[in-house]
């Protein structure tokens, strides 16, 4: 146990001395930033950076474009480097795509724009060309800019059809995902603050002039397989099967390409890479504050290990974590912001003086880089730490 709180500080860069100020390196050291809150981005990269400010990943992401946003493991949105994109794509965003663009078939057939199966594929092809021409034009869009463009592209689809949560939502809403899904499109810089998330829209070639470079699926899961362990090894074969969103035949896959070495995690079998066995060397006690949905704590299924008992306060009803207060490898209590906007913290256990001192200087410089910036849970649930230190 004590190996792997050592692994997981120093290689998500945790603590003082793997701290990096490349928000591009902190994200290729955890595979990928969890994206689908955006703030969670830029509170996650700032917990492994130095002297992170907000213009640094801004820059990374709109400017350099250093990195990107894309759906990947478990239909999720992640923020990840230029020369990993490519193998989250082909190993989970392709499968994404085939069950998107069935969803989107199927609701333009019941939505009558065509007679047939066939008629509704063509007529669904002419939208997207529709789609894509109009962003090479602008440059870059939002969904409701977009469905002005053309009417195809404001048909009205019902989700849910029937059920008392049925809804509805303009085509150019869910052909931006299906086209982000399928490596064509990209989320860019959003409207309002960097907190917002109602996204514009751009062609991914203003990311990868020549396209993303085109894996083989199978290929793909066995790289992203591989880094995932490097990342997040020792860990099980469940673990990287919820955390890719994969079967358990393509999970079963990749690690028979890859043949990890076995070792005991408290009765159960845990995978490490045959090149990847040394032990850590021990770090410095380390404080961190991170944001909720952080990729660290979501990138194990079984988390036990870190989280101990605190999970019912910290997790809402769907598994989403909310922010989370670490002290040397475990996760201790949470945090929130209070009325004035700053950052408060609440331990679940008695941590000691040292833990109580560097918690307080982190919520302190967090607090300072949130700038008065409130924080709000849109993509989960308030957790029952959150209702607590709201209150």
Known sequence: MLERRARLALRHRLTADTKSNDPVEVARSLLALHGTDPSSVYIGAWARMRDGRLADVERALYEDRLLIRLMGMRRTVFVTSLDIAPVLQAACSRAVATRERRLVLGMLAESGVADDAAGVQAWLAEAEAVALKALEERGEATAAELAGADPRLSTELVMARGKSYE??????????????????????????????????????????????ADWDTQDAETELARRWLR??????????????????????????????????????????????????PRPEPWAALLPALDSTPMGWQQRGWFLGEHGPRLFDKNGNIGPSLWWDGRIVGGWAQDSKGDVVCRFLEDAGADARDAVQEEAQRLTSRLAGVRLAPRTRGRTWLEEELAG
């Open 167 to 212: 809804g509805r939502q303009k085509l150019a809403s869910r052909l931006l995902l299906l086209l982000a899904a399928e490596g064509h499109v990209v989320r860019g810089r959003p409207r309002g603050t960097w907190a917002s998330h109602q996204y514009r829209w751009a062609p991914l070639t203003d990311w990868f002039p020549g396209g993303l």
């Open 231 to 280: 990342a997040f090894g020792p860990a099980t074969a469940d673990d990287l099967r919820w955390w890719a969103g994969w079967t358990k035949t393509q999970t079963k896959r990749a690690l028979t390409e890859l043949r990890p070495v076995e070792v005991d995690l408290d009765g159960e079998t845990g995978l490490l890479l045959p090149d990847d066995t040394e032990e850590s």
